[in-house]
């Protein structure tokens, strides 16, 4: 994965867990559960990505 690419998932991801944070501290359960849903999904993507660029390089 190029830096370019890293550094979009890592802030993307960084903000989503911030949005976590966020909602968990003004209480809103709902938001806690939909951005937490979020940021696993992200992050399971982020590794799929990695995945296939792994393979289609060779490595």
Known sequence: MNKGLALVFAVIGTLLLT???YAMSTGNLWLV???SILSLGFIGFGFIVKA???KRNGG
């Open 52 to 54: 296939k660029l792994r």
């Open 19 to 21: 949005a976590i944070s």
């Open 33 to 35: 559960g939909l951005f």
